[in-house]
């Protein structure tokens, strides 16, 4: 299948914002035809313009002449390639504008003439030069072939530029698409932030933690007992999940979407950004994950009216980024696909350092949103930097059991006890390594753990766990409390182990 048949079916797929600001493949391949055509009237096919371009970026040939011997009759008549005529394809910004061009450099006459005249069909003959045995015409030094017979230091080359008219309307339309479409995705940006501060806001809003939602709520410190500590909410597990707040929703949600990797892998193998097919997979996984565990994608099963919106947001920005990463590929694909017909068609090489890049993220002070922060330099592509965007700004929102868990049981770190070395562990892992005997930290070895005592308890960092772990760490607690009466019962010599008839 030909590229600009893929081409238009992958834009059809595509948001109508998105698909109007695409590169016209077609009309910029009916320019290259036109620049052959103009070329060719010039004399200049293909081929022989892409000789005369490879000999005029070689090196020059004076070194050369002076490695000669003196006795060598052909250097006076002109067999050296010092004398054979270089052309420079240049872009000329003179006028702000990139404006392509030929510069013509050589050392006869009658190659200025011709080319002031439009007319280069000589030129396939001027760049093999005449052998020692031919005739030669002896021209006056004042006559247009003067100059041919002057020894090569005293010859002066002379120079013209031939301008390409065809090859500038193929230049000034790619650029001004890349710039259109730069300025297109300045917009989507705006729009993109715009909507990732609602979401933000109303996760924020509806993600409530118990402290919000209960009255009973009540916040410890150092003058507490810890070991009265307790996370009461009226009517128990059933209040909790039954409260004004979808944050247990939320974090389900959160933790699914960062299990799914959608967009990027953490994995060492595959570590990066994803395909396109992949993404797309593993977007769709995700939304199917979501209704099988009892979460619409529409937001339905939510509590709260604005956690309802929010599901749809954002999910909706998710295929957002998706359709920039369709986007992304197909217009770089389509650029570097013309620029390589160019190429091959004309002989003229004009690259893409040229052009715009519009798939860089654009800067900070380009955007109006002022809750999200935007990096002000970045290598990464425009889809990736929203993708982090979401990371940073909306999933740490809701705090991850994860982030607060004692590395020895894997459990909530609900009673923490943050040791002399900085480490974090549950009180019952704290309490189990000091009957064993063990005084040094798992993590760094310190000698710090047999003189942990209640001063050791972080009150802090237990308020917040209370308050927005609720569940987790009521259920730490009721686990801590059945281990200790189970060891106590031991060392009273009770069998603590019962069967059931």
């Not at 997979?281 to 995700?286: D, I, K, Q, V, W």
Request: charged share 20%.
């Amino acid at each position: 299948m030909h590229f600009s048949k893929t081409y238009s079916q992958l834009l059809l797929s595509l948001p109508p914002e998105l698909r109007s600001s695409a590169i016209e493949y077609r009309q910029l391949k009916k320019l290259i035809n036109q620049v052959v055509e103009e070329l060719t009237s010039l004399g200049l096919s293909p081929q022989l313009l892409q000789q005369v371009l490879e000999h005029s970026q070689a090196p020059q040939s004076a070194q050369t002449l002076s490695k000669l011997p003196a006795h060598q009759p052909e250097i006076a008549s002109g067999s050296s390639n010092v004398f054979l005529p270089r052309i420079t394809y240049e872009l000329d910004s003179t006028s702000n504008e990139l404006v392509p061009q030929l510069r013509l450099r050589t050392y006869d006459d009658r190659l200025i003439g011709l080319a002031s005249s439009d007319v280069l069909n000589g030129a396939s003959e001027l760049t093999e030069p005449r052998g020692a045995d031919s005739p030669q015409v002896q021209a006056p030094l004042d006559s247009p072939q003067g100059s041919m017979s002057l020894s090569p230091s005293e010859r002066q080359p002379k120079e013209i530029v031939i301008p390409l008219r065809s090859d500038s309307m193929f230049v000034q339309t790619l650029i001004q698409a890349h710039q259109a479409l730069s300025d297109r995705l300045t917009v989507f940006c705006n729009e993109f932030y715009a909507n990732l501060e609602v979401l933000a806001r109303e996760v924020s809003d509806t993600a409530r933690p118990m402290s919000e939602t209960h009255s009973s709520f009540h916040a410890h410190s150092s003058h507490s007992n810890a070991t009265t500590v307790r996370v009461r909410a009226p009517g128990g597990f059933h209040s909790l999940l039954s409260a004004p707040s979808d944050l247990y929703a939320w974090r389900e949600v959160f933790q699914l979407y960062m299990d799914s990797e959608v967009f990027e892998s953490t994995n060492e193998e595959t570590r990066g950004e994803r395909a396109i097919t992949d993404a797309e997979e593993r977007l769709s996984a995700f939304m199917q994950r979501l209704t099988d565990r009892g979460l619409s994608v529409n937001g339905s099963q939510m509590k709260l009216k604005e956690s309802k919106h929010a599901m749809q947001l954002f999910i909706q920005l998710n295929h957002s980024i998706l359709n920039l990463y369709k986007f992304q590929y197909a217009t770089k694909e389509a650029t570097r696909k013309i620029l390589k017909k160019h190429i091959k068609r004309t002989a003229l090489p004009f690259t893409a350092e040229n052009l715009p890049t519009p798939f860089s993220p654009p800067s900070p002070d380009a955007l109006s949103t002022s809750l999200i922060p935007i990096p002000r330099k970045s290598t990464s592509s425009l889809a990736r930097t929203l993708v982090q965007a979401i990371g940073e700004s909306v999933l740490p929102i809701v705090p991850a059991v994860d982030d607060y868990s004692c590395i020895i049981c894997m459990n909530i770190a609900f009673k923490p006890i943050r040791l002399s070395c900085g480490h974090l562990f549950c009180v019952r892992c704290l309490v189990k390594m000091q009957k064993r005997g063990q005084g040094n930290c798992p993590m760094c070895r310190a000698p710090c753990v047999l003189v942990a005592d209640r001063s050791n308890v972080d009150w802090a960092l237990m308020n917040f766990m209370a308050d927005w772990f609720p569940i987790e760490s009521q259920k730490k607690l009721r686990t801590n409390e059945e281990e200790v009466a189970k060891e106590q019962m031991e060392e009273l010599g009770f069998e603590t182990k019962c069967t059931t008839q």
